[in-house]
C-alpha cells in the first residue's frame, strides 16, 4: 500500500484530503496540519521554508512517504521550489489558485481570486496571472483579494468572524471589479470551508472554483495508479503541532471522519 503525505498551516488543506480520499481509496494518507504556525498567510518565506522541511523531513523518517502533497497554497509558492531542491526523489504535489481552469470556463472574462496576502504576492502566483492575463487569444481579468484573518477565523470555526470577512473581502472585490465577474477562484485551501457563505453572499450566477479534485487527480497520475472507486477506504492518520481534538473535531465536522489525531512536535 502507498503512503502519501499531506500537510497544511492548519485544518484547511482538509479540503484537499476529501478529494484524495475520494480518488485514492486505495492509499494511506497521513496528515499534518501545522496549526501551532497557522496561519501562513502573513509569514515569510524563511519561516514558511523552514516549517515545510521540518514536517517534510518527519513523514519522510516516521512513515516513508511515497509522495507528498503540500495541501497550502501559500507554502506550495512559497517553499515547493525549496522542498524540491532538499528531496530530489520524493514526488511532490502542490497546489496553486485555479487560475487556469477559471480562465478556461469565465464567460465574463472577469474573475474573482481570493487567497492569502503570501500567495498572491508571491512570484509563481505573478507569472501564472501575467501568462493569463496577456494571452493573445484569450485574456482575462483577475480582481485579486488578500483575505487577512480569514484563514485564521476558520481555522478556530469563529462563524461570526467568518462572516463578517467574508462579507468586507466580497465587497472589495465587487468595488474593484470592472465588470460583471462570474468566476470567483477560492484560492487557499482553508476557504472550501467557507464556500456556503461565500455562495450566499456572491449570489447564484458566480460560480466558485477550487483545486482539491485536481490535485487528487495529479497526485494520481504521480502515484501512477489507476483509478479503483470500489477500493476499501483506509482512514487517514491526523496529526497536529497545535491542539490534535481541534483537528479531529474539524475533520469530523467536514469530512465524517470518526479519527483521533495526534500531537506533533516538529
Ligand atoms: N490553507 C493555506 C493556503 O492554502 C494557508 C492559509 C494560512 O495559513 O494563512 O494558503
Same mark, same amino acid.
Given at each position: 500500500?502507498?503512503?502519501?503525505?499531506?500537510f497544511d498551516s492548519g485544518v484547511g488543506g482538509l479540503s484537499v484530503l476529501r478529494a484524495l480520499l475520494a480518488e485514492l481509496p486505495g492509499v494511506r494518507f497521513v496528515y499534518v496540519a501545522?496549526?501551532?504556525?497557522?496561519?501562513?498567510?502573513?509569514?515569510?518565506?524563511?519561516?514558511?521554508?523552514?516549517?515545510?522541511?521540518?514536517?517534510?523531513?518527519?513523514?519522510?523518517?516516521?512513515?516513508?512517504i511515497d509522495a507528498l502533497v503540500v495541501a497550502c497554497n501559500t507554502a506550495t509558492a512559497m517553499a515547493i521550489d525549496s522542498l524540491r531542491a532538499t528531496h530530489p526523489d520524493l514526488p511532490i504535489v502542490g497546489v496553486e489558485p485555479a487560475l487556469k481552469p477559471a480562465a478556461a470556463?469565465?464567460?465574463?472574462?472577469?474573475?474573482?481570486?481570493?487567497?492569502t496576502r503570501g500567495t498572491l $504576492?508571491?512570484?509563481?502566483?505573478?507569472?501564472?496571472?501575467?501568462?493569463?492575463? $496577456?494571452?493573445?487569444?484569450?485574456?482575462?481579468?483577475?480582481?485579486?483579494?488578500?483575505?487577512?484573518?480569514?484563514?485564521?477565523?476558520?481555522e478556530r470555526d469563529d462563524q461570526q468572524t467568518q462572516q463578517a470577512l467574508c462579507e468586507r473581502y466580497v465587497t472589495a472585490l465587487r468595488e474593484q471589479a470592472p465588470g460583471d465577474m462570474?468566476?470567483?477562484?477560492?484560492?487557499?485551501?482553508?476557504?472550501?470551508?467557507?464556500?456556503n457563505v461565500l455562495a450566499r453572499l456572491l449570489g447564484s450566477d458566480v460560480a466558485l472554483v477550487d483545486t482539491g479534485a485536481a490535485v487528487a487527480r495529479r497526485t494520481r497520475d504521480v502515484l501512477n495508479m489507476a483509478t479503483k472507486p470500489d477500493a476499501l477506504a483506509t482512514p487517514p492518520q491526523l496529526f497536529s503541532t497545535g491542539e490534535p481534538s481541534?483537528?479531529?473535531?474539524?475533520?469530523?465536522?467536514?469530512?465524517?471522519?470518526?479519527?483521533?489525531?495526534?500531537?506533533l512536535t516538529v
Amino acid at each position: 500500500m502507498k503512503t502519501v503525505g499531506v500537510f497544511d498551516s492548519g485544518v484547511g488543506g482538509l479540503s484537499v484530503l476529501r478529494a484524495l480520499l475520494a480518488e485514492l481509496p486505495g492509499v494511506r494518507f497521513v496528515y499534518v496540519a501545522d496549526s501551532a504556525h497557522a496561519p501562513y498567510g502573513e509569514r515569510t518565506v524563511a519561516e514558511i521554508s523552514d516549517r515545510s522541511e521540518r514536517i517534510t523531513a518527519w513523514l519522510r523518517h516516521t512513515h516513508h512517504i511515497d509522495a507528498l502533497v503540500v495541501a497550502c497554497n501559500t507554502a506550495t509558492a512559497m517553499a515547493i521550489d525549496s522542498l524540491r531542491a532538499t528531496h530530489p526523489d520524493l514526488p511532490i504535489v502542490g497546489v496553486e489558485p485555479a487560475l487556469k481552469p477559471a480562465a478556461a470556463s469565465s464567460r465574463t472574462r472577469h474573475i474573482g481570486v481570493l487567497a492569502t496576502r503570501g500567495t498572491l $504576492n508571491s512570484e509563481r502566483f505573478a507569472r501564472l496571472r501575467t501568462q493569463l492575463e $496577456n494571452s493573445a487569444v484569450s485574456p482575462v481579468h483577475f480582481i485579486c483579494q488578500p483575505c487577512d484573518g480569514l484563514a485564521d477565523a476558520i481555522e478556530r470555526d469563529d462563524q461570526q468572524t467568518q462572516q463578517a470577512l467574508c462579507e468586507r473581502y466580497v465587497t472589495a472585490l465587487r468595488e474593484q471589479a470592472p465588470g460583471d465577474m462570474d468566476t470567483v477562484v477560492l484560492g487557499c485551501t482553508h476557504y472550501p470551508f467557507a464556500a456556503n457563505v461565500l455562495a450566499r453572499l456572491l449570489g447564484s450566477d458566480v460560480a466558485l472554483v477550487d483545486t482539491g479534485a485536481a490535485v487528487a487527480r495529479r497526485t494520481r497520475d504521480v502515484l501512477n495508479m489507476a483509478t479503483k472507486p470500489d477500493a476499501l477506504a483506509t482512514p487517514p492518520q491526523l496529526f497536529s503541532t497545535g491542539e490534535p481534538s481541534a483537528l479531529a473535531s474539524a475533520a469530523k465536522r467536514w469530512l465524517g471522519l470518526q479519527t483521533q489525531a495526534g500531537k506533533l512536535t516538529v
